[in-house]
């Protein structure tokens, strides 16, 4: 009677302790289809409310890992990847994986979908024409093997149970827990076979933690549960109080890497970001003997293209055009209407709700409100001003780029509504605020 799916959850909803052996019998629940969509929901909401502790965050991670396939690897040199917990205009791991393939590591990087506001990693894989973003395990593997790197979609092999209850989270208000977000994080990447990983755990009006501390609880969270189950693991708190880069969607955020690559286009916040995420992943992997070493070989793979040449070869390795990073507007999708949308008066951005700049593009179809919904990977924002930027009637907030003209309507007032804007100056400070490390 204790293992009932049920059960399971009304221990939970009580403030129970669950044992390992409840946690497997759910997990082997949601991935053999026995425990349905609502009990799933359930689940999570009851986690969401009374927490799980740290053998019960463990033993979930555990069961979620062991619900699928666990990839090893015999390569020349370390495996190494890099998650981030979710911003708006965040397209980093697109330029970080293949330089820090460039430098010698092999990144398996397995992507989500987009999760609430934020924008997934996989949905903007999928604006590359012919790109294969879920091939099966053997394709993943040789592609990893002969690039250096392979940035794919979560398959069906491994982590199902994760997989299945990450989609509902996304739509019952569930996300945000600590919990579910350090088992669902760590599962994927304790089966991808990892020797290090880094975390990019964000605060601020755009991440789902909204400020440090929330963000170093969760940053302690992982890194203790990862070191814990052997992935050697470190983190990075890195501010999300405005868009990381100046583009957010998912052809424009494509658009923007290969700018970013070739060196056309090199923003300071999105590049200080990719170049310490780099350091700490050569240093995970002793690839780099200090973080100052790491820093300059990153700088290095992205300078002299090393970095371009390998993410070029794995787009054509994965179906996707040879050429994209010389031609992008040659092969991604272009929004039938793009237009400017401009502060109702002249100044400087002194404040950005940047969770509802992300909203923006959601509801211009960027992003999904049920698990089932497509994704329009031609709409998005191109061209944000920052904070500390002038606006005025020459420079716009933004340009929209929208299916309707409805739709662009709706997103200008919500960017609108976004932005605060007044004379005075301002300063974000740095983009990376603190690593944490293990015993930190």
Not at 82 to 102: Q, R
Not at 220 to 249: F, I, K, R
Not at 282 to 300: M, Q, V
Not at 318 to 343: F, M, N, S
Request: glycine fraction near 10%; charged fraction near 20%.
């Amino acid at each position: 009677m204790a293992h009932l799916p049920q059960e399971i959850i009304r221990a939970k909803r009580d403030g129970g302790t669950l044992s390992s052996e409840q946690i497997e019998h759910l997990v082997e629940g949601l991935t053999s289809g026995q425990v349905s969509e609502g009990q799933a929901a359930s689940f999570a909401m009851a986690v969401f409310f009374r927490g799980l502790s740290v053998p019960e965050r463990v033993a979930l991670t555990r069961a979620m890992t062991h619900s699928g396939e666990i990839l090893t690897w015999d390569l020349p040199g370390p495996v190494l990847d890099k998650h981030s917990t979710g911003g708006v205009g965040d397209a980093v791991s697109l330029a970080l994986a293949p330089a820090v393939a460039a430098c010698g590591g092999f990144v398996p990087m397995i992507s989500g979908r987009g999760l609430g506001h934020t924008g997934g990693t996989l949905d903007k894989l999928d604006s590359i024409p012919g790109y294969v973003s879920q091939p099966d395990i053997a394709t993943f593997r040789r592609v990893t093997r002969e690039i250096g790197c392979a940035i794919i979609g979560q398959t069906a092999d491994l982590a199902p149970a994760d997989r299945r209850l990450y989609a509902i989270r996304d739509v019952t208000a569930t996300v945000e827990s600590i919990d579910l977000i350090t088992a669902s994080i760590l599962s994927k990447k304790l089966a991808a076979g990892l020797q290090g990983l880094v975390m990019d755990v964000k605060f601020g009006s755009g991440a789902f933690m909204d400020n440090a501390a929330d963000a170093r609880i969760l940053a302690d969270s992982l890194v203790l549960v990862a070191n814990g189950a052997g992935l050697p693991t470190s983190a990075l708190l890195t501010d999300m109080n405005e868009p990381l880069a100046s583009a957010a969607g998912n052809a424009v955020e494509v658009a923007y890497v290969a700018d970013y690559l070739t060196g056309r286009r090199r923003e300071g916040r999105f590049h200080e970001i990719t170049v310490e995420l780099g350091a700490e992943m050569l240093l995970l992997g002793r690839l780099a003997d200090t973080i100052e070493a790491g820093r300059a070989r990153i700088e290095d793979a992205i300078a002299r293209g090393a970095a371009a040449e390998i993410f070029a070869r794995m787009v054509a390795a994965l179906g996707g055009p040879a050429d994209l990073l010389d031609r992008p507007a040659h092969y991604l999708t272009e929004a039938p209407i793009v237009q400017p949308v401009y502060a109702r008066s002249q100044g400087v951005v002194q404040a950005i709700a940047t969770r509802d700049v992300g909203v923006a593009v959601v509801a211009l179809g960027g992003g999904r409100s049920r698990p089932q919904d497509p994704v329009d990977h031609a709409v998005g924002l191109t061209d944000l001003a920052g904070i500390g930027m002038r606006v005025d009637a020459e420079r716009p907030i933004a340009m929209i780029h929208a299916r309707s003209e409805a739709g662009a309507a709706a997103a200008e007032h919500r960017l609108l509504q976004a932005y605060r804007i007044a004379d005075e100056s301002a300063d974000t400070g740095p983009a990376v605020r603190e690593r944490i490390g293990a015993g930190s």
